[in-house]
């Protein structure tokens, strides 16, 4: 059973950093791409950034692109997302997924398995 739990999120100010992670265990997390997603209330749940398995080839939503930075450490099983210059508009729950291959994808229906999420709030 593969089971993915986020950490790390919090109550900051406007232009804080926060850096979460997500514990991996079940499956062959090292092979597998992974993704961040969010999702603010009253709207959809959309890709923040994505990675592939070896961590070579990332993928950034538009707005979050030049102050995130998603990570991995495959020795550790743990996928990270660094949030730098946070906005109020960053605010929402970050949750991480597994892909269903090796490589990322940036539509939500292909990835297998979903964190609970951690929240994620930035004051104006």
């Known amino acids: 059973q593969v089971q993915l739990v986020e950490s790390g999120g919090g109550l900051v100010q406007a232009g804080d950093s926060l850096r979460l992670s997500c514990a991996a265990s079940g499956r062959t997390f090292r092979s597998i791409g992974m993704g961040w997603f969010r999702q603010a209330p009253g709207k959809d749940r959309e890709l923040a950034a994505a990675?592939?398995?070896?961590?070579?080839?990332?993928r950034y939503s538009e707005s979050v692109k030049g102050r995130f930075t998603i990570s991995r450490d495959n020795a550790k099983n743990t996928l990270y997302l660094q949030m730098n210059s946070l906005k109020p508009e960053d605010t929402a729950v970050y949750y991480c997924?597994?892909?269903?291959?090796?490589?990322?994808?940036?539509?939500?229906?292909?990835?297998?398995?979903w964190g609970q999420g951690t929240q994620v709030t930035v004051s104006s």
């Open positions: 997924a597994e892909s269903s291959s090796v490589s990322y994808s940036i539509n939500r229906w292909e990835y297998d398995y």
């Open positions: 990675i592939n398995w070896s961590g070579s080839n990332t």
